[in-house]
């Protein structure tokens, strides 16, 4: 196996803590363990060889390889199940109310392979129904792995992703795939309101549109207090006043880091004018 040197391992959290947010500090097993088989693949002898390569790196392949080596993609619709609940139990509800534009962005950050904005498409037609004509709802899936991307944008999953799903979306939103049903395609009707590009959380953002909802689930558990706080800062200013925030169960904000309003564990809200 190729150690990684102390000198090396400094090196490597300060180029990928400064370029994507992502803090290396006490992942230094899991470097040497995810990366060695990389690295000999590559004809990198030391890892300096390898960092100097992912420096190099003009495609973005290399540095995509790399973040899915020591980052977990884990997918599956209805992941953390009562956010959906809370958009449609509550948000919803109150966007019929007081939306006279009947137009709702959602931006998906760090959207992974997708499931989280088809979830999203699918709680919010299966709560409009008919009246769902009615309404624009784009959404906006980002994540900085082009690869992962490519396989969001196919929209064809094996079938026990699906297993929390209810079942009548199964057949409503979904078409299987081959004669086995182990796999499945997301329906055109969800698909065509997602578009999936690529970005680099780290990167100065600003869109010319504002969003009523963010999902961030999962994705700050990477970064150090300082990188979550400037993130979370920067979506507040892309949220309309009254948009929430969603962020993974197993993740917090200090509120004395935003002007969010805490509403409940993992939901917070830019306050309303």
Not at 65 to 90: G, S
Not at 150 to 175: N, Q, V
Not at 252 to 261: E, K, L, N, V, Y
Request: net charge positive; with cysteine.
């Amino acid at each position: 196996m190729i150690k990684l040197t102390d000198k090396e391992f400094k090196e490597m959290h300060t180029f990928v803590r400064e370029k994507y947010g992502i803090n290396l500090e006490n992942k230094r097993v899991l470097i040497e363990g995810r990366l060695n088989s990389t690295l000999q693949a590559k004809d990198c002898r030391t890892f300096s060889d390898y960092i100097l390569l992912l420096r190099r790196d003009t495609s973005g392949e290399e540095i995509t390889t790399f973040l899915n080596k020591i980052t977990t993609n884990l997918t599956f619709f209805m992941r953390e199940p009562k956010h959906f609940e809370y958009l449609r139990e509550k948000i919803l509800p109150e966007q019929e109310k007081t939306n006279t534009r009947k137009t709702y962005r959602i931006w998906s950050a760090g959207c992974s392979l997708g499931a989280e904005a088809y979830t999203t498409l699918m709680t919010l037609h299966d709560y409009f129904g008919a009246r769902k004509s009615l309404w624009r709802t784009p959404v906006l899936a980002t994540d900085i792995s082009q690869s992962v991307l490519s396989g969001a944008k196919e929209a064809t999953y094996k079938a026990d992703l699906l297993k929390d799903i209810p079942p009548a979306w199964r057949t409503r939103y979904f078409k299987p795939v081959g004669e086995k049903k182990e796999e499945y395609q997301v329906a055109p009707l969800i698909c065509r309101e997602v578009e999936f590009k690529v970005l680099n959380l780290m990167d100065d953002f600003h869109f010319p549109y504002h969003f009523n909802l963010i999902f961030c689930r999962n994705v700050m558990i990477y970064f150090d207090q300082e990188t979550r706080k400037r993130l979370v800062n920067k979506y507040y200013e892309q949220l309309e006043p009254g948009g929430y925030l969603f962020i993974g169960h197993s993740e917090t904000i200090p509120r004395d880091a935003t002007q969010f309003q805490f509403i409940q564990p993992a939901v917070y809200r830019k306050p309303p004018r």
